[in-house]
């Protein structure tokens, strides 16, 4: 039997990285919004490692923030150390990385989510979402309670059709014990959704007490700390370390010796796993050479004696991972809490989505996610963010909000999954970003305040305190290049000091401060009327007079990409039609209808020449 449970604007399915911040964004921009979560307990869960950032996953974070997400926000309420990466190579891999409690983290968003006006957060699984005339019209609880909604934001990570494995055991099950979603892949098929199957893995959990930390390398945190947030000041912040310890031949022995024992060397295992974040057996297969790895040890929480061991993701039989294991440098005599083991799942091809994360043929259907064939809680929590805004603006009548890869490394994300696909689970990574030297962690409020301030998610209070900075930035940079430092004795004293040339003629404070030796700070001794900023500001005048010359050229090449990105292709394009493509490029063109000349040019398999075809046929229908 089944009952009619009402009408909302927006119904989120699933409540992890993704669901959280897609659910948060809708109701803060006004619409009706329901939140289910297969299970409460499992809202903004860390099933896999409790921290937040990392490199290049730090800078998603910030942008999150500077959008008027929430995953920043909730890292620093629960962080338990945190440390800025690669601080000894350029600033535009500088990335922050905070390990939270995880308990905490999930208290704290869920939380935030029973409070939002406009959420409704209710416990249940979804088991069909109906479409009538190619539009989302509603949904259907397994206990038979009928939602009727105008947008459907999918959001079901690794629960859909999830089955775990352990050595030769193996369970239809989520992440930690919660039950899998089994019904809803039958529903996304029938509506005409293709679905793909992935895998990822999380390694064991150990009892403090167990472990001998004497034999590891202590890994601190920060004593200046950056919050992610733009708005959060943080202060006496009582940081737990981490630790780091290596695998060794003995631990590759006892892997090698048992692979036939693994479900995924013994083909049991369908789904496509991370390339870059393999479980063991992986690396030590494809990295034979190797004669070590790195374990990582790490607090899972402040009122938990559970360590999560980072870098040993396994599938192997347990007495199998006991064993290797206890083969390691502080570990032999671990006691296990949880074991590891590898998940299943069922995804989506990401090339059938628009890069509004809409799905393409289904009006009012939006993805978000591992859903959409990608891992990490970061790049979980950008596309929930994207996904409800667009859903809004969509209800709204509104353009949807797209950020291409000049603005973001949001957009380097949307546009790599959705343009070229993905044959396994999608990681985001600096090299990735081919305008990273633009796209730093510093300067994300800088460039995507603006926009979360236009779609609604900015405060105007926030957003005149980042006008204010903004022009701070601004003058002092301004002002840096007109002043002019004489050669006095004591301008000279201080560059002998940090060991730099000293002046012969005037030169003006921007060149000084170009100088590798020296830095915004320690110019103030000489630099008697330089203003009182944050140290976010100063830091922000720092890098852009500094890289100047190199955020010039980046810009130049930003400029030619602009040209082929405004360049606009209709959505109802017949390619087929179009003499002059290859046979190739009228098939991937037709299959992922590109937004863009831009985006058309970054489709596998259509070529310079083909972008001069459609060129002309842009230009030929623009003359007619």
């Known amino acids: 039997m089944s009952y009619y449970a009402g009408e909302y604007d927006i119904a989120v399915i699933g409540a992890g990285h993704a669901g959280c911040e897609a659910g948060l964004a809708a109701a803060r921009l006004g619409m009706k919004t329901l939140v289910f979560s297969i299970s409460l307990e499992a809202v903004a869960n860390m099933p896999c490692n409790p921290h937040i950032g990392g490199s290049s996953k730090g800078h998603l974070v910030r942008e999150i923030d500077a959008l008027g997400g929430e995953m920043g926000k909730n890292i620093d309420k629960t962080m338990i150390q945190i440390k800025m990466l690669n601080t000894s ?5 500088h990335s922050l990385r905070a390990q939270a409690d995880r308990k905490k983290y999930h208290i704290e968003m869920k939380h935030t989510l029973e409070k939002q006006e406009n959420l409704y957060l209710k416990q249940g699984e979804i088991v069909d979402i109906e479409v009538e005339n190619g539009k989302v019209v509603g949904i259907t609880t397994s206990v038979g309670a009928k939602y009727k909604v105008r947008a459907v ?24 014990g919660v039950a899998a979603a089994n019904k809803l892949s039958e529903s996304l098929k029938k509506i005409g959704v293709q679905l793909v199957r992935f895998k990822t893995g999380t390694p064991a959990r150990i009892n403090r007490r167990s472990i001998d930390f ?32 290596y695998t060794n031949e003995e631990t590759h022995k006892i892997i090698k ?38 374990a990582f040890v790490e607090p899972i929480g402040l009122d938990t004696d559970e360590m999560y061991i980072q870098g040993l993701s396994s599938s192997l039989p347990e007495d199998v991972q006991i064993a290797l294991y206890r083969t390691i440098p502080g570990l032999e005599n671990a006691e ?34 591992q859903t959409n064939g990608t891992s990490g809680y970061e790049e979980a929590a950008c596309q929930g963010l994207i996904a409800g805004i667009n859903a809004t603006q969509k209800i709204k009548g509104k353009e949807p909000v797209i950020l291409d890869r000049t603005q973001g490394y949001i957009g380097v994300l949307i546009d790599d999954i959705v343009t070229k696909g993905t044959n396994e689970p999608y990681r985001m990574m600096t090299s990735r970003a081919e305008y990273r030297l633009l796209l730093r962690q510093d300067n994300a409020d800088l460039r995507l305040t603006e926009i979360g301030h236009q779609v609604g998610l900015i405060s105007n209070e926030r957003y005149e305190k980042f006008k204010i900075k903004k022009q701070n930035i601004e003058k002092e940079i301004q002002r840096l290049k007109d002043t002019i430092v004489k050669p006095t004795k004591e301008v000279n004293n201080m560059l002998v000091k940090y060991g730099t040339t000293e002046l012969s003629t005037g030169t003006k404070m ?54 082929l990105e ?17 046979l190739e490029a009228r098939q991937k063109l037709n299959k992922f209808k590109p937004h863009s000349i831009g985006q058309a040019s970054r489709i596998s398999g259509v070529s310079p020449a083909d972008i001069s075809v459609l060129l002309i046929y842009l230009q030929v229908n623009k003359n007619k």
């Open 89 to 93: 190579k350029g600033p535009a891999v």
């Open 153 to 176: 934001i999918v959001a079901t990570g690794t629960y859909l059709k999830g089955k775990i494995f352990m050595g030769e055991y193996s369970e239809e099950s989520g992440p930690d």
């Open 214 to 245: 004497s034999k590891m390398e202590v890994q601190k945190g920060d004593t200046d700390i950056v919050p992610f947030s733009f708005e959060d000041e943080i202060n006496n912040l009582e940081q737990v370390d981490c630790y780091l310890t």
């Open 257 to 294: 010796d048992n692979l036939h024992r693994s479900p995924l060397y013994a083909g049991k295992i369908e789904g496509t796993g991370p390339r870059y974040c393999p479980s063991i057996e992986d690396k030590v297969v494809r990295f034979s050479d190797k004669p070590r790895h790195q």
């Open 336 to 369: 296990f809490t949880r074991s590891a083991y590898a998940i299943e799942y069922d995804c989506i091809d990401p090339s059938n989505l628009k890069l509004s994360l809409e799905y393409k043929g289904i009006d009012g259907l939006f993805m978000a996610g």
């Open 510 to 563: 921007s060149e000084l401060l170009k100088r590798t030796e020296l830095n915004y700070d320690n110019l103030g001794v000489i630099d008697k009327e330089r203003p009182e900023l944050t140290l976010q500001e100063r830091q922000e005048v720092e890098i852009q007079i500094k890289y100047e010359g190199y955020i010039k050229m980046q810009e130049a090449q930003v400029d030619k990409f602009k040209k």
């Open 566 to 582: 405004t360049k606009l292709l209709p959505e109802n394009v017949d390619y087929e039609t179009i003499s002059g493509l290859s």
